[in-house]
């Protein structure tokens, strides 16, 4: 059985930090793509960030690139993303990906979810 859990989300003002981490179990993180998408309240799903975990290439979003870093753990089979100068409106809850690919509609789909941890970010 495959399982992504996030973990790292909370309430920090605008302008702090946050790391949030994907642990995947029964998932070999090392080969294989991992993607960090969030959604707001009211708003589809929108990818932030990608990692191709096999020689470290990453994809940023245009609006975190600069503040946000996507990272691996071989060791503990883990993905990070670290979170930096965050915006209100960086508040959303944060879904960790294995092998996510764009499909109809420009909907997001991927192989594995995780079940989310929420970001808020205040003013």
């Known amino acids: 059985q495959v399982h992504l859990v996030e973990s790292g989300g909370g309430s920090v003002q605008a302008g702090g930090s946050l790391r949030l981490s994907c642990v995947a179990s029964?998932?070999?993180?090392?080969?294989?793509?991992l993607g960090w998408f969030r959604q707001a309240p009211g708003k589809k799903r929108e990818a932030v960030a990608g990692?191709?975990?096999?020689?470290?290439?990453?994809v940023y979003a245009g609006s975190v690139k600069g503040r946000f870093t996507i990272s691996q753990d071989n060791a503990k089979n883990t993905v990070y993303l670290q979170m930096n100068s965050l915006k209100p409106e960086d508040t959303a809850m944060y879904y960790c990906?294995?092998?996510?690919?764009?499909?109809?509609?420009?909907?997001?789909?991927?192989?594995?979810w995780g079940q989310g941890t929420q970001v808020t970010v205040s003013p």
């Open positions: 990692i191709c975990t096999t020689n470290d290439t990453t």
């Open positions: 990906a294995a092998d996510p690919f764009l499909g109809d509609g420009r909907r997001w789909f991927a192989r594995y």
């Open positions: 029964g998932y070999t993180v090392s080969s294989n793509y």
